[in-house]
């Protein structure tokens, strides 16, 4: 495959990926941005306050793709990210658990860890055992997906047991409630955390902001390879111009970007020999619609595009004096919405990044009850479950605080969800996102594999039914 113009729409971590390994296959690549930060919903932002990330992830050992991508763009593991064994830490007073893996072979590490957990009863560990074993022996696969809740009590799981461990795992991974989220995703994200080596459950925690992480490495490889990355540019058009000197549906042609902002000074249009859809589904169904008119498999991919149901992530950042320090980096929480404990993970982030000293942010997954509230009431309230939870009485009176939710975050990951193709059945057009076809829910990895397998693709044009 020779070098080839290309188009990639939208610089999240599916668009970086994809432009990266197109770059990386010898292809000149434009990567078109309609924010002026990359990264996409996995970003730093400029507040009022501070530069802050518009959410707080936590990465796997088994994100295989993204580690990889991040070797080859020589971001260093050690510097960017915090090493942590797979872990469920509640504060001390809170009643929770303490549940952390040994740096052990799998499965010893597991079996350790359950022996040792605190906070679980005997009914309790012998239900985790029966649910890892019997996940096992059925190969981590269903015969028919069904919702976590519903796997769950097809498990005997407990009910602490579900309130500890579980219901905070679902909602981290799927950022679905379990009674919603799709029991064969959440058995994949498992399979490959708890059901592979070690290693693989690692939990990795950023210390670096998130577009630094990959997205600002991605564009200056991207720039090294003689490439063009374009921020504030946003994509108003996208058109075949087919090849007539090629015929049939399946002839490969030319596509023509409109596109508008200060990047381009004002308007500006080419064209390419592949592109990219990298940008949310909404908007991939918007660029597609004059294709769709004449091509019933893009119409039938943007129905797909329009039908998924937005899930949203609330972080809470709250400023303490910088001599404030948690005994963890990270700590679950209890969520309660009926006594208005909404948090369900803080993390210390001055252990991440010493210039963030005193700073802690909570995260609220799937939420869209709590995004409801008022900021300085959902902010209080997340400081008094603090103090409370920690029995330390000056988490509850931050210096100051900053709400961020992305409201889109994610897709609601429910039972046999239907996820479209990389392939549009056109060559030289793919698309590409978290949303796409795979094993997992909406992460940074799954994101980061739905780019790479959009590039190395993009010539291809299997036919879709319709």
């Not at 579980?166 to 959440?186: G, K, Y």
């Not at 918007?286 to 008119?293: N, S, T």
């Not at 091509?295 to 797909?304: H, I, K, P």
């Not at 998924?308 to 005994?327: K, M, N």
């Amino acid at each position: 495959m020779g070098g080839k113009n290309v188009a990639v729409i939208g610089a999240g971590w599916a668009g970086c990926a994809a432009a990266v390994e197109l770059a990386r296959a010898g292809h000149q690549v434009t990567l078109f941005e309609a924010a002026r930060t990359l990264g996409g919903r996995a970003r730093r932002v400029a507040t009022d306050r501070r530069q802050l990330d518009n959410g707080q992830h936590i990465l796997l050992g088994a994100y295989r793709e993204t580690l990889r991508l991040m070797a080859l763009l020589g971001v260093s593991r050690e510097a960017a990210l915090l090493d942590l064994p797979l872990q469920m830490r509640y504060a001390p007073h809170a009643g929770g658990m303490d549940f952390v893996a040994p740096r052990l072979p799998a499965p010893l590490h597991l079996l350790v860890a359950l022996l040792r957990a605190k906070g679980l009863a005997r009914a309790d560990k012998m239900s985790l055992a029966r649910f890892s074993s019997t996940a096992r022996w059925m190969g981590w696969q269903l015969h028919k997906d069904c919702s976590v809740s519903e796997l769950l009590q097809r498990f005997d799981q407990t009910d602490r047991l579900i309130q500890l461990m579980w219901r905070p795992l679902c909602l981290a991974a799927l950022n679905t409630p379990p009674e919603r989220a799709s029991a064969q995703v959440f058995l994949n994200v498992l399979r490959d955390s708890l059901g592979a080596k070690r290693a693989a459950s690692d939990m990795l925690l950023p210390r670096v902001d998130l577009s630094a992480l990959l997205p600002d490495a991605a564009a200056a490889y991207i720039k090294q390879r003689g490439g063009t990355v374009r921020s504030g540019a946003k994509v108003r058009r996208l058109q075949r111009q087919a090849d007539d000197a090629k015929a049939g549906a399946d002839a490969a042609g030319s596509w023509r970007l409109e596109v508008s902002g200060e990047a381009v000074g004002g308007t500006w249009s080419a064209a390419f020999d592949g592109v990219v859809l990298a940008c949310a589904p909404p908007q991939a169904a918007v660029l597609l619609h004059e294709i769709a008119d004449t091509e019933a498999g893009v119409a039938q991919l943007c129905v797909q595009l329009t039908a998924f149901e937005a899930e949203s992530i609330t972080t809470c950042y709250l400023q303490y004096d910088p001599a404030l320090r948690l005994d963890l980096p990270m700590y679950a929480l209890v969520d309660a919405p009926e006594r208005y404990h909404w948090g369900q993970f803080v993390f210390d982030r001055g252990q991440l990044d010493a210039a963030q000293a005193g700073l802690l942010a909570v995260v609220v997954s799937a939420s869209a009850e709590a995004a409801a509230m008022a900021q300085p009431l959902l902010a209080e309230a997340i400081a008094v479950q603090l103090a409370t939870v920690f029995e330390r009485p000056e988490l509850g009176t931050p210096q100051w605080f900053k709400v961020i939710t992305e409201k889109r975050a994610t897709f609601a990951c429910t039972p046999g969800l239907q996820r479209p193709a990389n392939a549009t059945g056109l060559a030289g057009l793919a698309i590409a996102g978290d949303y796409t076809a795979g094993d997992y829910p909406a992460t940074l990895e799954s994101a980061v594999r739905s780019g790479v397998t959009a590039a190395a693709g993009l010539w291809d044009a299997p036919r879709r039914p319709g």
